[in-house]
T-cell receptor, first 113, second 112 residues
Framework: AQTVTQSQPEMSVQEAETVTLSCTYD???????LFWYKQPPSRQMILVIR??????QNATENRFSVNFQKAAKSFSLKISDSQLGDTAMYFC??????????FGAGTRLTVKP | DSGVTQTPKHLITATGQRVTLRCSPR?????VYWYQQSLDQGLQFLIQ???????AKGNILERFSAQQFPDLHSELNLSSLELGDSALYFC???????????FGEGSRLTVL
């Protein structure tokens, strides 16, 4: 069975600082994709970053980067130079060969001025 | 704008009633997914369709059903509604087998 676990229900960070959100997943498959989605107060689901499991290089999108540890089945999100607009729920997700995508419970991030 | 359209955006109804939520996927996307998000909760996978066929089923109640039509739009039918069915229902679509999902803005259902 595939599960995605986010162990931090809530986190906070000072504006301009760096924060890391944790995610672990469980799968026996070798080919899969991992994602981080952001859900601001508007409730819209916005893709932040994606990582293909067969790629060893960690994905980076501007201030967002991941630390993908395939053997440990860990996929953390680092947000650098945090901005007030980063305040949101962040969901980790995994998509396997059977095509469905499963989400973690989410981490509520608050960026403080 | 993700290109995924959901209607209605808001819906208020009474217990015991039936509602239908509609989703139009992005142009060219064959897969449609339905998720339920209760207040301050994560996204619960309900069901997935690919080109009209059911592909995967999650924690979908028997009172709920869905289908995908030849024009690829999808409908989620919720019947015998209960207070606990109040939630935000998301539709998402995808073109590839392992790519990201593109989400609609959701349909917020309130059952009174």
């Amino acid at each position: 069975a595939q599960t995605v676990t986010q162990s931090q229900p809530e986190m906070s960070v000072q504006e301009a600082e760096t924060v890391t959100l944790s995610c672990t997943y469980d799968t026996s498959e070798s080919n899969y994709y991992l994602f981080w989605y952001k859900q601001p107060p508007s409730r819209q689901m916005i893709l932040v970053i994606r990582q293909e499991a067969y790629k060893q290089q960690n994905a980076t999108e501007n201030r967002f980067s991941v630390n993908f540890q395939k053997a440990a089945k860990s996929f953390s999100l680092k947000i650098s130079d945090s901005q007030l607009g980063d305040t949101a729920m962040y969901f980790c997700a995994a998509r396997l060969n059977n095509n469905d995508m499963r989400f973690g419970a989410g981490t509520r991030l608050t960026v403080k001025p | 704008d993700s290109g995924v359209t959901q209607t209605p955006k808001h819906l208020i109804t009474a217990t015991g009633q039936r509602v239908t939520l509609r989703c139009s996927p992005r142009s060219g996307d064959l897969s449609v997914y339905w998720y339920q998000q209760s207040l301050d909760q994560g996204l619960q996978f309900l069901i997935q369709y690919y080109n009209g066929e059911e592909r995967a089923k999650g924690n979908i109640l028997e009172r709920f059903s869905a289908q995908q039509f030849p024009d690829l739009h999808s409908e989620l039918n919720l019947s015998s509604l209960e207070l606990g069915d109040s939630a935000l229902y998301f539709c998402a679509s995808s073109s590839g087998s392992l790519g990201e999902l593109f989400f609609g803005e959701g349909s917020r259902l309130t059952v009174l």
